[in-house]
C-alpha cells in the first residue's frame, strides 16, 4: 500500500510539473500573439499613410503639370501680342508692359519646371516607396498567416491544458478510482498516452 501511495504521490509530482510547464508555454505563445497583433496594426498604419501620401503627389502633379501648359500658352499668346503691337503701332509703353509681362511669366513658367521636376523627383522616389509598401503588404500577409497558425495552437494548447488539470484532479482524488484500480494503473498504458498526446503535439508545434 505504502509502495502504490509513493507512485501515485510520484505521478501527481509529474502531472503537476508538465501542468506548470503546459502553463508557462501557454503564457508565452499568448505573448508571441499580442506582439504580433501590435505589428499588424503598426503594418496596418504604415501602409495606409503610403497610400495617401501617393494620392496626394499625384494631384499635386497633375495640378503643375496643367498650370504649366496653362503658362507656357498664355507667354506663346503674350510673345505674338508683342509681334503684333510692334508691327504696327510701335508704341513703346504698350511695348514694356508686354516685356514685363513676359519676364514675369517667363519666370513663374521657370519655378513651376522647378517645381514640376522636383515633384517628379518625388515620384520616382516615392516609386520605390512602393516597393517597400508592397514588401510591407507582403509581411502583413505572413503575420496574418502566423497569428491564425498561433491562435489554432493555442486552442489546442488549452484543451491539453484542460485535460491535464483534469486527470491532476482525478488522481488526487483517489474515490474517483474505479474498483479494484488504484493509480498505478489509472496513469498506465493507453490512458498516458491519451492524455500526453495532445500535449505532446501542442508543445512541438512551437
Not at 503594418?43 to 507656357?72: A, C, F, G, T
Request: net charge neutral; aromatic share 2%; hydrophobic share 30%.
Amino acid at each position: 500500500m505504502g509502495k502504490t501511495l509513493s507512485v501515485k504521490q510520484d505521478s501527481v509530482a509529474r502531472l503537476e510539473q508538465d501542468l506548470s510547464n503546459c502553463r508557462v508555454e501557454l503564457a508565452e505563445t499568448e505573448k508571441r500573439i499580442n506582439d504580433i497583433t501590435q505589428s499588424e496594426v503598426s503594418l496596418k498604419y504604415e501602409v495606409d499613410m503610403h497610400k495617401k501620401m501617393l494620392v496626394s503627389w499625384k494631384i499635386k502633379n497633375d495640378l503643375l503639370s496643367k498650370e504649366v501648359q496653362q503658362l507656357l500658352k498664355q507667354l506663346d499668346e503674350i510673345k505674338q501680342g508683342k509681334k503684333l503691337t510692334t508691327d504696327t503701332t510701335g508704341d513703346h509703353a504698350m511695348k514694356e508692359e508686354k516685356d514685363t509681362r513676359i519676364q514675369t511669366l517667363e519666370k513663374t513658367v521657370e519655378r513651376q519646371r522647378d517645381e514640376l521636376k522636383k515633384e517628379r523627383e518625388e515620384n520616382r522616389m516615392e516609386k520605390g516607396r512602393r516597393i517597400k509598401t508592397e514588401a510591407i503588404k507582403d509581411s502583413y500577409n505572413n503575420v496574418e498567416q502566423e497569428k491564425a497558425k498561433f491562435i489554432n495552437e493555442l486552442e489546442r494548447h488549452k484543451e491539453a491544458l484542460k485535460r491535464l488539470s483534469g486527470e491532476v484532479e482525478k488522481v488526487k482524488d483517489v474515490g474517483n478510482l474505479p474498483e479494484g484500480a488504484n493509480a498505478v494503473q489509472l496513469l498506465s498504458g493507453s490512458n498516458v498516452d491519451d492524455l500526453a498526446a495532445p500535449y505532446v503535439s501542442a508543445v512541438e508545434s512551437f
